[in-house]
């Protein structure tokens, strides 16, 4: 690894610290320690959203292969729904020289239309690093621009529309990704209906899992002693 020292010219931190909030998940990475280097303050918290803020800036982490994985299992859809509870928002991929971006258990157009997908549906851009001596660089440089306000540790609004909404109780299903949730809402309308839907109806979409899917709402928990 390259020398890190001086990479935001001659704007190294002296006095004062600005301060940069860290997930406690991000413990292992090299990146907090690359800024506590050039002075910076590492303020380790249980975050529910992202992985770093910085400046105001609420940022998810991601390297080529765990972006991968988290696409795969639809992990990211719930993360990148969350993410945008905060009006300052990226995702950032770390990694790109190390391994190539379109191979490794996905196919490459999947890909490019997941990428796509970040920016025009959930609005939310993508920066790519090399690893995580440049990731750190990008939040060294954003954390020394014109302090734009902090907003909280936990977001303080929903910025979700209903149907993203909708949406995202839906993926809270088993086996009910991005997709299956929906072909849920344009056949239905309503969570209403779709809850109402006979396991014959929603068979049409979900399949075998439909059954399952209605288990679930009829669930009732026995209260203890009873």
């Known amino acids: 690894m390259g020398k890190f020292i001086d990479i935001f010219s001659n704007k190294k931190v002296v006095g004062g610290k600005l301060k940069i909030i860290v997930d406690n998940r991000e413990r292992n990475s090299l990146v907090p320690s690359l800024l506590l280097k050039e002075g910076f303050e590492i303020a380790w918290e249980q975050l529910s959203v992202g992985d770093y803020i910085v400046n105001g800036v609420c940022i998810e982490r991601k390297s080529v292969s765990d972006l991968k994985s988290s696409i795969i299992n639809k992990r990211i859809v719930q993360q990148l729904l969350e993410l945008k509870q905060y009006d300052k928002r990226f995702l950032i991929v770390e990694g790109i020289l190390d391994e190539d971006l379109y191979s490794g258990g996905i196919h490459e157009n999947a890909f490019r239309g997941f990428l796509l997908s970040v920016v025009l549906d959930f609005g939310i851009g993508v920066i790519f690093t090399h690893g995580e001596e440049d990731t ?4 060294g440089v954003l954390a020394l621009q014109k302090e734009k306000g902090e907003q909280g540790i936990r977001a303080s609004k929903i910025l979700m529309s209903d149907k993203e909404q909708v949406q995202f109780i839906l993926e809270g299903f088993p086996n009910v990704g991005a997709v299956k949730a929906k072909k849920l809402i344009e056949n239905f309308g309503s969570l209403r209906e779709i809850f109402g839907a006979s396991e014959e109806e ?17 669930y009732k928990h026995k209260p203890k002693g009873l």
């Open 136 to 139: 750190a660089r990008y939040f």
């Open 202 to 218: 929603l068979a049409e979409i979900l399949g075998k899992r439909a059954g399952e899917f209605r288990n679930l709402l009829y």
